[in-house]
């Protein structure tokens, strides 16, 4: 059982920079593949990022490809999401998840993910 918490959303202006944060708290927090999606207003759920359970590989949406970086930090339980040159496009709620067991080609599929946050808001201002 793994709980995941998000912060560090807010209101920023386009062109801006935010670094989200995900805690976890539970067991072999290490073993997890870690996820972040988004959701903006009126559409659905979206895969932007996610990156190994030693973080050797990452993944991620073309749409922030160059702009985004997910990292983590084993030690401290904790997986990032840095974001650059935000869009206003980019506005969502942005997920945290964990998947134990998803092949890397099945990533992007939220379906496959085991465990979620409850949400940061991310609003990028034109």
């Known amino acids: 059982q793994v709980q995941l918490v998000e912060s560090g959303g807010d209101l920023v202006q386009a062109g801006g920079s935010l670094r989200l944060s995900c805690a976890a708290s539970?067991?072999?927090?290490?073993?997890?593949?870690m996820g972040w999606f988004r959701q903006a207003p009126a559409k659905e759920r979206e895969f932007v990022a996610t990156i190994s359970w030693n973080g050797d590989n990452a993944d991620y949406a073309d749409s922030v490809k160059g702009r985004f970086s997910i990292s983590r930090d084993n030690a401290k339980n904790t997986v990032s999401l840095q974001m650059n040159s935000l869009k206003p496009e980019d506005t969502a709620v942005y997920y945290c998840?964990?998947?134990?067991?998803?092949?890397?080609?099945?990533?992007?599929?939220?379906?496959?993910?085991?465990?979620w946050g409850q949400g940061t808001l991310v609003t990028v201002s034109s």
């Open positions: 998840a964990a998947t134990g067991s998803l092949r890397r080609r099945d990533w992007g599929s939220q379906g496959g993910y085991d465990y």
């Open positions: 539970g067991r072999y927090f290490d073993s997890y593949t």
